[in-house]
């Protein structure tokens, strides 16, 4: 079971790591039959030891009274808290450098839970664009018909248009959140989180700031650590990079123990935390995550090298062909540590180019999704970003030629062949 008292992130005077940290951190063997890996609580509820450990435990959960020193949440009901979501989350806050985390059944739950734990009627929500097109459809379709009011930036309109828009939503109606994805889905646009942070401080109204929110799904934990850039909370879909085998569905959300109090209200009543079988995976995914995103990582650097000599593309968005003179060069080198493994690039044409390319491909599979042990690739214009109409998806450089490609851990020399015979069609 998860002990209390097994929490050492130190070997004597040696910080230890993150990937070492993920093989036991927030676990102890001799408490769980000295089994190696954590046992699966596949349980609804938990016993309590007295009536008065029941009350004390619900006192606590439903913050009738403040947390006592050294005290810990006890264990109620598996929609509060269960042991395996437990030591993942702490596992999760040592990735994202984060005081606590919290996990979700989706990416979509997580950023759901969020916005709803910020947001109220007749509050205004200032955003990235592009998003993933779930993101999109929450901010301009959903929570408009609440009363929440949407405003967007262009993730490649630098500091200044994020500026302009927040004049347009401090007029329009205070601002409940600051939401910014980068790097941007699927363009690979950066959107500059320290300068983000401060347009958030310049919303302060009536005493109180607005978080700034980063979804973080991109470059994973390993790439990017947004709150130390001055984030609030990350959104992330577990699903991707953190999962990484395309066996399971889960968000995550990092931050403060403040800032995370109203989004865990609102995870424990609307019932959208994750579930502890899909837990007790991604603590499995989490002891190879830096192994297979460096491995993807090295992968996608030799494919992008291929597609950006090939005839038939046009262009390759790769953050690491990002030329010195590109505005969100300075950018990325003082706020990500590698490109990933996500890119997209454009062929010589149109959809029917793109889509004669996607129907040859051989081992690269056609799919939405990424950050899995597979590569996959698909088409953003007709797939994930559909619901955005045409002349918003031109505006945003979604284009009909455009492909998005999430490289995996197979032999870069072979997708790169799947890629050249796709091509040659």
């Known amino acids: 079971m998860r002990s209390k008292s097994w929490h050492a992130r130190t070997l004597g005077n040696r910080p230890l790591a993150p990937e070492t940290l993920m093989m036991g951190y927030g676990y102890d063997p001799h408490l769980s039959e000295r089994s190696l890996k954590p046992p699966l609580f596949l349980t609804s509820t938990f016993v309590f030891r007295s ?16 947390q006592r020193p050294n005290e810990e949440p006890g264990l109620i009901y598996s929609r509060i808290n269960n042991p395996d979501l437990e030591m993942l989350e702490d596992r999760l806050a040592i990735w994202d450098e984060a005081e606590n985390s919290l996990v979700f059944a989706s990416g979509m739950a997580a950023i759901s839970t969020t916005l709803w734990a910020y947001a109220r009627p007749g509050t205004a929500i200032l955003h990235s664009d592009p998003i993933y097109g779930g993101t999109d459809f929450l901010l301009k379709k959903i929570l408009p018909q609440f009363g929440v009011h949407p405003v967007a930036f262009n993730a490649e309109g630098g500091v200044e248009a994020m500026q302009t828009a927040a004049e347009t939503a401090r007029k329009l109606a205070p601002v409940a959140a600051v939401y910014v994805e980068t790097p941007a889905n699927p363009t690979n646009g950066i959107v500059d989180i320290a300068a983000a942070r401060a347009v958030a401080d310049s919303l302060t109204a009536d005493g109180r700031r607005p978080p700034l929110i980063v979804d973080n799904t991109f470059l994973g934990p390993l790439y990017q650590t947004p709150l130390a850039l001055g984030a609030d909370i990350i959104v992330t879909s577990l699903t991707k990079y953190v999962g990484g085998h395309s066996d399971l569905i889960a968000g995550g959300c ?11 209200g609102m995870r424990t009543i609307l019932g959208t935390m994750c579930d502890p079988h899909t837990g007790w995976m991604l603590m499995r995914s989490l002891e190879t995550l830096k192994v297979r995103m460096t491995a993807a990582s090295r992968g996608a650097e030799q494919v992008a090298d291929f597609l950006a000599e090939h005839p038939k593309v046009a262009s390759v968005w790769y953050l690491g062909f990002l ?95 799947d890629l050249d015979q796709a091509l040659a069609g």
């Open 254 to 264: 990092s931050g403060s123990a403040a800032m995370l109090q109203p989004i865990r």
């Open 51 to 66: 009536a008065e450990d029941g009350k004390a435990f619900f006192e606590l959960a439903y913050g009738l009274r403040k």
């Open 323 to 417: 030329p010195q003179t590109h505005p969100d060069r300075e950018v990325f080198q003082r706020q990500c540590r590698g490109p990933g493994s996500t890119f997209s690039f454009e062929v010589k044409g149109g959809e029917a180019e793109a889509f004669s390319a996607l129907n040859r491909l051989k081992v690269i599979k056609l799919a939405v999704s990424l950050g899995g042990t597979e590569t996959l690739a698909s088409h953003p214009a007709t797939m994930t970003h559909s619901d955005i109409t045409r002349e918003e998806q031109e505006r945003l450089g979604i284009t009909p030629a455009l492909i998005r490609l999430s490289v995996g851990i197979e032999h870069p020399d072979d997708l790169i062949a």
